[in-house]
């Protein structure tokens, strides 16, 4: 985990430098207490600050009023390390903002132990604000969904819906095949019934030759299905320009988006629309399909690039009512790992129950969950303190999930 040194004393910089990197940390060091905004607001903000008291220009009091004030959305832990040590000093830091403060020079043990608690309290923290984001987006896309739902749609449109389906069902083979190995009329057939339920008509779904990657300024909406029988995490991203999305939005909707938020939102649905469809269909061939993690949606920034989407995509190039935008299926085999407790992170998806049968009769956590990392310390506790030194099975989500997942 990084962790933010802001100090202007050379010594004190070299000593938590050395410290923090023996201790397993990544350090990113500051002297000058003016920069800490900027590399909290930046692509990449460090989940951890250890801010000294005293320094020249911006001193340790007027960065953490400017951290507190800028309400930011991944809220840093931060620890303020001083040469000061009166309690009325330590009241001043923390009603200042700070969540913690340690004298020098600190202990080794205690400034480790300090550093453990911070670590928790910021993932605690991060998972609950995840959770609330979640439940806001589903709120919102209730809101929608009540608005495309409240003018029935007209009895040919829901009988061309059911005939595109059915001829899908048609050309499916009875084994279980790769997503990708879907042909192109079936895809055709699969988005026009989709995008039926949603007011809006394909027009066209042209595999796409070209290999490159989205680009800055598209808007672009991310779901997953997961493959268990072939250990393999299907990305499923469409994109398009910020114009066309509103357009595709008012020509859904009848109206036109009140902000970018629920335009965002929208295309989140349709993209979770297009993975049902998929989910359907792949059910009907036979075999176990998950679908872990909320789709996700978000107009890509200048600052940060788009993972690279996996080797083997298959991209459309469609038209929606006029609108133009893209669909990527990409596929990423070899998920399933089986690693120790240490190793687990955030998002895999257990393969299994935890522990296994053959451990206890009454898993602690069922197959298919999502760790967090309050689920990862369970479990690391339960193999800590029992004699299940046995591996665990897990689904280790794409780069292209993390992405979405925690820069939404």
Request: proline share 7%; net charge negative.
């Amino acid at each position: 985990m990084k962790v933010l040194v802001v100090d202007d004393d050379p010594a004190a910089q070299r000593i938590l430098k050395l410290f923090l990197e023996r201790s397993g940390y990544s350090p990113i060091v500051l002297s000058d207490g003016s920069k800490v905004l900027d590399s909290a607001l930046g692509p990449e903000p460090p989940p951890i600050i250890i801010l000294d008291w005293m320094m020249p220009v911006t001193d340790g009091l007027e960065v953490l009023r400017r951290l507190r004030a800028s309400k930011l959305r991944d809220r840093p832990y931060v620890l303020m390390l001083s040469s000061k040590s009166s309690k009325e000093d330590i009241a001043a830091g923390l009603d200042a903002g700070a969540d913690d403060f340690v004298s020098k020079p600190f202990n080794v043990s205690e400034m480790q132990a300090r550093l453990r608690v911070a670590c928790r309290t910021y993932q605690y923290q991060r998972e609950l604000q995840r959770q609330i984001e979640d439940n806001e987006l589903l709120n919102q896309r209730n809101n929608l969904l009540s608005e495309l739902i409240s003018p029935p749609l007209d009895a040919g449109t829901v009988l061309s819906a059911h005939s595109a389906s059915a001829q899908i069902d048609a050309a499916a083979k009875p084994e279980l095949d790769h997503l990708v190995q879907f042909t192109d009329h079936e895809i055709r057939f699969l988005l026009s019934a989709t995008l039926m339920e949603l007011r809006l008509a394909l027009e066209g779904a042209q595999p796409r030759t070209r290999k490159d990657e989205l680009a800055a300024g598209d808007c672009c909406a991310w779901t997953t299905l997961l493959i268990p029988s072939q250990d393999c995490w299907v990305d499923m991203v469409i994109a398009t320009r910020f114009e066309n999305a509103a357009l595709i939005f008012e020509k859904s909707l009848r109206r036109k988006p009140h902000n970018e938020s629920e335009m965002l939102t929208l295309w989140s649905e349709i993209v979770r629309r297009i993975a049902q469809g998929f989910l359907r269909n792949l059910y009907a061939r036979g075999g176990e399909i998950l679908h872990p993690l909320m789709p996700r949606s978000q107009s890509l920034g200048v600052w940060r690039a788009l993972p690279p989407l996996s080797p083997d995509c298959k991209t459309y190039d469609c038209i929606v009512d006029g609108q133009a935008f893209r669909l990527c299926l990409g596929t990423n085999l070899g998920a399933k790992l089986a690693l120790l407790p240490s190793h687990l992170d955030e998002l895999d998806v257990l393969a299994g129950p935890f522990p296994t049968d053959a451990v206890s009769a009454v898993p602690l956590f069922n197959g298919g969950v999502v760790l967090t990392p309050r689920f990862i310390d369970r479990i690391a506790h339960h193999a800590e303190h029992t004699d299940n030194k046995e591996p665990v099975l897990i689904y280790r989500p794409s780069p292209l999930a993390r992405y979405f997942a925690f820069s939404s």
